[in-house]
């Protein structure tokens, strides 16, 4: 068998560009990109298929100090990508010094796998500060080998695949070979209105959101979908909507816009908010959406 297949797992510190590498190694926008922290909060596959090989990216949320369950959910799926990686793609940014976890940082030093350190955001750089931060972290995680990139400007990213597929496995496919990922429709309609309201709004309300997709039905021409956007106050579910509806119906023309993309479909869509009280710390609600998988 000459085929090749493996997992690639993304992980770092929030707003490092993990979800804007993955998106540019698999073409498509599978994970959402804000400039907010906790933007990512599930385990998202990306795939990659050629004729000889199959690579399954999983982008991760950024690591953090968990201050509520969902956080603690959000980090065991970090967890999680240390378990089954194949190769691990640690990033890093311009400037950045650190880890945010020091269990997480050994983890990446004692690793047992390939471990490739992406310098990302060099675009934002000079020749003399990206030599500096290249030999410090040489010296932090001796057991990487470090490619400076720039995801978002799409530089040195296929050179780093390349060295992907020479560090693949030999294995089977673990997916069909059309398959682009591991996600249903719903979950890219639910992130897709999760990103609009990352974008339009601020301070607490984005991260008590959470996005339930109750129908989605496709036919030839169309997809009709009806959405609930969950808070967790009454205030809250005011501000979504806004004056006479007006904030909720440009998260709605938004998102539509970027559904229409991804699914090259028109798409009628309907957004109703509803308020869930404290489903942060809900285990049940957490199950319910997808986090809290142990």
Known sequence: MSHKAGFVNIIGNPNVGKSTLMNAMVGEKLSIITSKAQTTRHRIFGIVNDEDYQIVFSDTPGIIKPAYDLQTSMMDFVKSAFSDADILIYMVEIGEKELK???FFNKI???????????????????????????????KVPNA????ISALEN??????????????PLSPPYYPKDALTDKPER?????????KILLNYDKEIPYAVEVETEEFLEDEKIIRIRSVIMVE?????????????????KVGMQARADLELFFDKQIHIEIFVKVNKDWRNNAFQLRRFGYNQK
């Open 233 to 249: 106050r009454d205030t809250q579910k005011g501000i979504i909507i806004g004056h006479k509806g007006a904030a909720l119906k």
């Open 101 to 103: 976890d020091e269990d």
């Open 187 to 195: 979950f890219f309609v639910n992130e897709t209105i999760r990103e």
């Open 109 to 139: 030093i004692n690793a047992k796998i390939p471990v490739l350190l992406l310098l990302n955001k060099i675009d934002k750089s000079n020749q003399e500060l990206l030599e500096e931060q290249v030999q410090t972290w040489q010296a």
């Open 145 to 148: 080998e470090i490619f400076p």
């Open 155 to 168: 530089f040195n990213v296929k050179e780093v695949l390349n060295r992907i597929v020479d560090l693949l």
